[in-house]
């Protein structure tokens, strides 16, 4: 035997090996080390997070998960102080059905929760997973954890059926792509002050976001008030489009009712209030489409409670109560969880609650009983000689509304009236040349004694 | 599932430890693995309801070839048989029209279903038997045009003597379907890639490492440079009008210069990385086009086998064609003897660029691309040697360099205004914005579109246009490199540890930093459905 020959080709290997390992080595310094310098520092899920280990061994008995809509609409305190619970959010952001059920498992795990509660809307079903989303609530969750339980963690969201086959997949291996501070050298600067100086990740958050008022328990708010003039801004239809529940949502819902109910833990799925406007936005999509998520929860024995179909005696919800078009704000959400405790509570004595709840089946005796103009929105489409706005109201069915017309300059407060209250929505403004022109409409109920119900406006270019 | 992909990653490397295992293991055989990995990819890029047309294509093709053996063979019995030389030439000439009915038959299947998907719903749209160029819900199978044209090249081989007819279908089907080249090619041929897929492939460190750095290059290109700039382009294109300004316009088209390299070339690279780690060397598509020194060049060197493809069945066919004879013997009598042997090939060219606008698209604007490239080719062929005497009257033999420079900057523009009817979706748009180009530049309101596209809010935290910018940087300097004879993967590779790390961890930055910007979010190959 040539025994030169074999130690060589062993040496060569080793060689190689080893040098793989290097460089595997380096690639994953250099991007730990971009990790620490891009990715923000204190991030809401981290918070809520590390406050959530922070509970080890305490008593948890309610978890609460699901989207920002579920983060922003339960006051955790109320909710307490209302059921006798004792709970805590692992809401999120743009959350994916899959993270909640992640975070009702590792409450059933770490403290056997016996209530879960998933806040949901029609974009929790319509929509596909957020990867900057799914990244900021894995690495959330995997801070402090084993380096075993970070790498299926890691794994099983590259794995997942959703990302697998896209290029996602393999960025998840570089979180700092995902959710980061600006590129500028103060932002990363401080960034890295803020991680190796001490300074809590909640202090963080309230430095980059002041506004945001952290309660405690997985739960804050904001206290601004929706602006219903920018309501088209707002329009679920135009951020989303009107589009069908996909199966692959609804049988994450099916799994989380599983898990629920396997360990006997009672779910109740709600759908948490929005400006009427975001409901009527989805024209029958809405009343078609629910009623399949609901089926799903209904079938596995628990409760479904829509309180944007909520009758009087359940919850009325003010119109200063949203924050914008699809959250409540702090005092909207401590009116809403008061309601929603109450209600729980009768429910998990055995009563009825179905009357206090219009139906998808009888969709238009609820739109029949929406008593007020939600939104006005503006469109324009360009004629021979005339740009047409088109007034599009966001009223109950039947309601009769009608519209004035006022046309200023932009950036100018004065306006001039051009067309008096008329139930006709189009208005034809007469053009010339190139310009440009701020239409402005008011809209109120026919019969309202308001000076104006709604307002809104539009930038017309010609 | 795209090639940038765990799937992907997991595809490949199960299929490697496959294919090299049973090679070390059985010592033959490998081709088998290949053929199974090449469908199941098929399937996995969401092909398997249109599996039977790759199948069906390769099957008419494979029996076609035997039919021509096997027609030869019997021609080459009888012939000898033959008692004289009348008889001999009898029966030739009628195993020529019998093969030629064998080859028009085949030609017809392939060719057929290729231009029904492709075009029968846009034709009846257009003469106004259709609501819309989609309405007949003709969905063009992946890679269509790429196995079709392979597999044509084959049969065309075979009718010619080129090759020897494949007895065995599931060879054959694997140099059809073999997955690397499904997407967007390269258009291989059954002489070069036949010895490779149906031989013993051993697994090679050193080609490992070469196919990982082209897979990273080519994913750079196609995420941080394509991706990034597709949006950018879209946004600038979408809605064409009168007063748009001509540099806008320009701007958008240089644009679109880098991002279609980009995206084609960053994907070939890709399948021909993956290739090269199985030991399969298909054949380049990319050398470096925009260092032409003229269109003709440019095309030899950008889509290098469709190009090579259209010579060898289109072109000289064409050519050699009796009408063409005829009209080279008449125009060399009495138009002079340059024009004798050029008309000819102009015309060919023509042809073979009206071709190539066509299987672009069947839209008016394609097809005024396609004439565009023929017609400026022709017209450089026709005038060469006046060209040539203004060369040597500027005394650009003598500064050779300078002439260089001077004839890549003058391709780049003629490509450029190709540009305009490709990558403009109506042809009345197209136009606009060449009227606009030459009559309408403004050049200071330029800066508010690159600021509104490139500046620091379009740019991202991340800097997203940097690195388009720094991504195209690094495709020229590579590029300039390469085109200097220089092998760019042996120059990274022999350096030591840390500078081919260096080199991994920036592609893979890129890469990674680029994806979430892309304004649009382009994912999908340019050419995938082509």
């Known amino acids: ?24 080595a380096l690639l994953a310094l250099a991007n730990v080390l971009a990790t620490l310098l891009l990715d923000p520092y204190g991030s809401l899920s981290s918070v809520r997070w590390s406050e959530y280990r922070s509970m080890a061994g305490q008593d948890i008995d309610t978890i609460v998960v699901g989207s920002s809509v579920s983060e922003r609409s339960l006051d955790l305190q109320v909710l307490d102080g209302t059921l006798g619970a004792s709970s805590f959010s692992l809401s999120s952001s743009a959350q994916s059905l899959e993270d909640s059920y992640i975070g009702i498992e590792q409450a059933i795990r770490d403290h056997h929760v016996k209530r879960a509660i998933l806040g949901v809307d029609y974009a929790s079903f319509s929509e596909g997973s957020y990867p900057n989303a799914r990244m900021a609530y894995l690495l959330a969750r995997c801070e402090g954890q084993p380096l075993g339980y970070r790498a299926r963690a890691l794994w099983g969201l590259m794995s997942s059926h959703e990302f697998a086959g896209t290029s996602q997949s393999l960025n998840f291996l570089f979180p700092w792509t995902f959710n980061r501070v600006g590129m500028g050298p103060r932002a990363v600067s401080q960034n890295l002050r803020q991680r190796l100086g001490g300074t809590t990740q909640l202090e963080a958050v309230k430095q980059r976001d002041p506004n945001w008022h952290y309660q405690g328990k997985g739960y804050g708010n904001y206290d601004f008030v929706i602006d219903y003039t920018n309501a088209k801004e707002l329009l679920f239809s135009s951020q989303y489009g009107r589009k069908p529940f996909r199966d692959d949502t609804l049988d994450a819902l099916r799994r989380i009712c599983d898990l629920c109910r396997s360990n006997g833990v009672e779910l109740t799925v709600v759908v948490a209030p929005c400006p009427t406007f975001n409901v009527l936005c989805y024209g029958d999509y809405y009343s078609q489409q629910m009623p399949r998520a609901q089926k799903v929860v209904t079938d596995a024995g628990f ?30 959400a401590a009116r809403f969880t008061k309601a929603f405790g109450e ?7 055995g009563q009825d609650v179905t009357s206090d709840f219009y139906s998808y089946d009888g969709w238009d005796e609820y739109l029949g009983s929406i008593d007020r103009l939600s939104a006005v929105t503006l469109d324009e ?82 | 599932m795209e090639l940038y992909s765990l799937n992907f990653v997991l595809f490949l490397a199960a299929l490697a430890v496959t294919y090299f295992g049973v090679g070390r293991i059985l010592g033959r055989g490998q081709w088998v693995v290949l053929l199974a990995g090449s469908l199941c990819f098929y399937c996995l890029m969401g092909g398997l309801p249109t599996l039977w047309l790759v199948i069906a294509t390769a099957a008419v093709t494979w029996a076609a070839g035997l039919a021509l053996a096997r027609l030869d063979a019997e021609c080459r019995d009888r012939r000898k048989a033959a008692p004289d030389r009348a008889v001999k030439k009898e029966i030739k000439a009628r195993f020529a029209r019998l093969r030629r009915v064998v080859l028009l038959v085949a ?34 199978p992946l890679g269509i045009s790429f196995y079709t044209f392979q597999a044509v090249g084959y049969l065309l081989d075979c009718y010619n003597g080129r090759v020897e007819a494949e007895r065995s279908l599931p060879r054959y089907l694997l140099f059809v379907s073999y997955f690397p080249q499904l997407i967007q090619g390269p258009i291989n041929r059954w002489a070069d890639l036949a010895p490779q897929l149906l031989g013993r492939n051993r697994a090679d460190w050193d080609r490992a490492r070469r196919a990982l750095l082209l897979f990273l290059f080519g994913a750079m290109k196609k995420y941080a440079v394509a991706n990034v700039l597709s949006g950018r382009i879209d946004a600038i294109f979408s809605s064409v009008d009168a007063g748009m300004p001509g540099s806008v316009v320009v701007l958008g088209i240089l644009l679109y210069s880098a991002q279609q390299y980009a995206d084609f070339s960053g994907g070939i690279d890709m399948v021909l990385a993956a290739s090269e780690l199985l030991g399969v060397r298909m054949a380049p598509n990319f050398k470096r086009p925009y260092f032409a020194v003229s269109l003709a060049d440019f095309w030899r060197r950008w889509h290098v086998s ?25 125009s060399g009598e009495r138009l002079g003897r340059h024009l004798g042997r050029t008309l000819p090939a102009c015309c060919a060219n023509v042809l073979v660029f009206l071709i190539v606008g066509v299987w672009h698209g069947a839209e008016v604007h394609y097809v005024a691309w396609g004439l565009y490239n023929g017609l ?108 200097r004879g220089h092998d760019v993967r042996e120059l990274v590779l022999s350096r030591g540890l840390l500078v081919r790390t260096c080199a991994y961890v920036a592609l893979l930055f890129l890469i990674a930093s680029s994806y979430a910007f892309s304004i649009g979010g382009a994912g999908g190959f340019m050419y995938a459905n082509f």
């Open chain 2, 376 to 483: 400026v080719i022709a017209a450089a062929d026709l005038f060469s040697p006046a060209f040539a005497r203004m060369r040597t009257a500027l005394g650009a033999d003598s500064h050779p360099r300078l002439w260089r420079v001077w004839a890549t900057l003058r391709t780049f523009l003629v490509v450029n205004l190709g540009w305009y009817f490709d990558r403009i979706y109506d042809f009345g748009d197209s136009l606009t914005c060449l009227r606009a180009t030459f009559l309408n530049f403004a050049p200071q309101l330029m800066k508010p579109t690159l600021a509104e596209l490139f500046g620091p809010k379009a740019a991202g935290p991340l800097g997203v246009s940097y690195i388009a910018i720094i991504g195209c940087v690094a495709i020229f300097a590579v590029s300039l490199v390469e085109e």
């Open chain 1, 343 to 349: 209600l729980l509570a009768r429910v998990e004595t």
């Open chain 1, 381 to 462: 489409e360009p004629g021979d000689g005339v740009v047409r706005v088109t007034a599009t109201p966001y009223a109950g069915l039947g309601r009769k509304v009608e519209y004035q017309y006022y046309v200023g300059e932009r950036g100018s407060n004065d306006t001039a009236l051009v067309r008096d209250w008329s139930e006709d929505p189009t208005f034809d403004l007469p053009v010339t040349g190139h310009g440009e022109k701020v239409v402005y409409v008011r809209a109120r109920l026919v019969g309202s004694t308001a000076e104006f119900d709604r307002r809104s406006n539009i930038l017309v270019t010609y």
């Open chain 2, 306 to 330: 469709l190009g090579a493809w259209m010579r060898d069945y289109v072109f000289y066919p064409f050519a050699l064609t009796r009408p063409m004879k005829a009209l080279g013997r008449w």
């Open chain 2, 107 to 140: 030609l017809a299947c392939c060719l057929g279903a290729l231009g029904y998907l492709k075009y029968w719903n846009v034709i009846l749209w257009q003469a106004g038997a259709a609501p819309s160029p989609s309405s007949l819900g003709l969905v063009l």
């Open chain 1, 1 to 24: 035997m040539d025994t030169d020959v074999v130690p060589g080709r062993r040496r060569t290997w080793a060689r190689r090996a080893l040098g793989t390992l290097v460089t595997l």
């Open chain 1, 303 to 332: 409760r479904f409670l829509d309180f944007n179909l909520a009758r009087g005696s359940a919850y009325v919800a003010d119109e200063s109560d949203f924050l914008d078009g699809e959250h409540l704000n702090a005092n909207g």
